[in-house]
T-cell receptor
Framework: GAGVSQSPSNKVTEKGKDVELRCDPI?????LYWYRQSLGQGLEFLIY????????KSGLPSDRFSAERTGGSVSTLTIQRTQQEDSAVYLC??????????FGPGTRLTVT | GEDVEQSLFLSVREGDSSVINCTYT??????LYWYKQEPGAGLQLLTY???NMDMKQDQRLTVLLNKKDKHLSLRIADTQTGDSAIYFC????????????WGLGTSLAVNP
C-alpha cells in the first residue's frame, strides 16, 4: 500500500477485556515499531521488529502486552485484561533501509 | 540519562515566523528529526538534519543545530493556519533503528 495503515481507528472496550490492534506496514519495510501516545505525553516506545531478528520488547509496560509480526509484514499488538491506564493512541511505524520512520494514523483505545 | 525537551505551546499570527526549540542531552546522536502531527493524524516526518551539519533549509523550513549547546530549532517562515499542529523533535542514532528519543511535542497555534 501507499502508507502504513492501522485498524481499527477507534476502539472502546470494557476494563478486563482483551484487544487486538493491527498494523499493515509499507510493503518491503523490514522494520516495524509500536508506540503509545497518552494524552499530553510524548511517544512511548513499546516494541521493535527488524526482519527475522528477535523483537526488542524492552518497552512493553507489562506482561499483559504482547505483539507479533507474521511473515515479516502485518503486526498485531495484543493487550490482555485491559486497564483504564491503557487508554491511549497506539501508533505503528515502519522503516526501510534508512532511519526515517513512517507512521500510521494510530488506533485510539478507550478503556471504560 | 537520555532526554529531549521542548516547550509545550507556541502561538503566532498568520504570516509571522514560528520558531520551535528543542534541547537534548545525548551528544552521540547521528540525526535530529522534526515530525509534525496534525489533529487525528499520524506523525509525518517534516525534515531532519545530520548531526555534523549546522543548518538545513527546505522551502519555508529552516533547521538550526547548535551541537555545543545541544540545541535544535525549527523555523517556519510565513506561518499559515495549515501549519497548526504538534511538532515533535527526536534524536536518532546510526545503526540502531529502534533508538529514537522523542520530545513531548510543541503545540503550534496559528491565529488569523
Amino acid at each position: 500500500g501507499a502508507g502504513v495503515s492501522q485498524s481499527p481507528s477507534n476502539k472502546v472496550t470494557e476494563k478486563g477485556k482483551d484487544v487486538e490492534l493491527r498494523c499493515d506496514p509499507i510493503s518491503g519495510h523490514t522494520a516495524l515499531y509500536w508506540y503509545r501516545q497518552s494524552l499530553g505525553q510524548g511517544l512511548e516506545f513499546l516494541i521493535y521488529f527488524q526482519g527475522n531478528s528477535a523483537p526488542d520488547k524492552s518497552g512493553l509496560p507489562s506482561d499483559r502486552f504482547s505483539a507479533e509480526r507474521t511473515g515479516g509484514s502485518v503486526s498485531t499488538l495484543t493487550i490482555q485484561r485491559t486497564q483504564q491506564e491503557d487508554s491511549a493512541v497506539y501508533l505503528c511505524a515502519s522503516a526501510g533501509g534508512g532511519d526515517e520512520q513512517y507512521f500510521g494514523p494510530g488506533t485510539r483505545l478507550t478503556v471504560t | 540519562g537520555e532526554d529531549v525537551e521542548q516547550s509545550l505551546f507556541l502561538s503566532v499570527r498568520e504570516g509571522d515566523s514560528s520558531v520551535i526549540n528543542c534541547t537534548y542531552t545525548d551528544s552521540s546522536s547521528t540525526y535530529l528529526y522534526w515530525y509534525k502531527q496534525e489533529p487525528g493524524a499520524g506523525l509525518q516526518l517534516l525534515t531532519y538534519i545530520f548531526s555534523n551539519m549546522d543548518m538545513k533549509q527546505d522551502q519555508r523550513l529552516t533547521v538550526l543545530l547548535n551541537k555545543k549547546d545541544k540545541h535544535l530549532s525549527l523555523r517556519i517562515a510565513d506561518t499559515q493556519t495549515g501549519d497548526s499542529a504538534i511538532y515533535f523533535c527526536a534524536e536518532g542514532f546510526a545503526g540502531n533503528n529502534r533508538k529514537l528519543i522523542w520530545g513531548l511535542g510543541t503545540s503550534l497555534a496559528v491565529n488569523p
